[in-house]
């Protein structure tokens, strides 16, 4: 019993370890560095950021960029729905992949709240 704790401590260090190694650590660990990384609480390796906010797709549905999210990104999202718009991806756009269910569970989680983080613009309204 006390080798499996030991053998899963240990697993769990070597897991834990690669994200606050030098630096710039990476706590989502999507390969990015923290303080590069457009949306540093949600893996995103490929750093989508359809706006040009500097704030990536996965952490960014305020889409009238007014540093909440209610009921006007919701009339945005609306008008993208079932349709290819990458600016309303809220899951890893996919070439091809209409707005759908999966975006709208990431829009809903985002309802009344602000964008972000970002290590590329901390504490700016487009992505705090």
Not at 42 to 49: A, E, K, T, W
Not at 64 to 91: C, H, M, V
Not at 112 to 126: D, I, K, R
């Amino acid at each position: 019993m006390r080798l499996m704790i030991t053998a899963a401590m240990f697993a769990f260090l070597l897991w834990v370890t690669p994200a606050f190694a030098g630096s710039n650590p990476d706590l989502d660990l999507d390969g990015v560095g923290d303080t590069i990384d457009n949306c540093s609480e949600h893996p995103n390796s490929d750093q989508d950021d359809t706006d040009a906010d500097f704030c990536g797709n996965l952490c960014d549905a305020d889409y009238e960029q007014n540093g909440s999210i209610g009921a006007g990104d919701f009339n945005g999202f609306r008008s993208g729905w079932l349709l290819e718009e990458p600016l309303y991806k809220g899951t890893q756009p996919v070439e091809g992949a209409l707005v759908g269910a999966g975006d709208f569970n990431y829009f809903r989680s985002a309802w009344l709240g602000t964008p972000g983080p970002s290590g590329t613009t901390p504490g700016t309204v487009a992505c705090p």
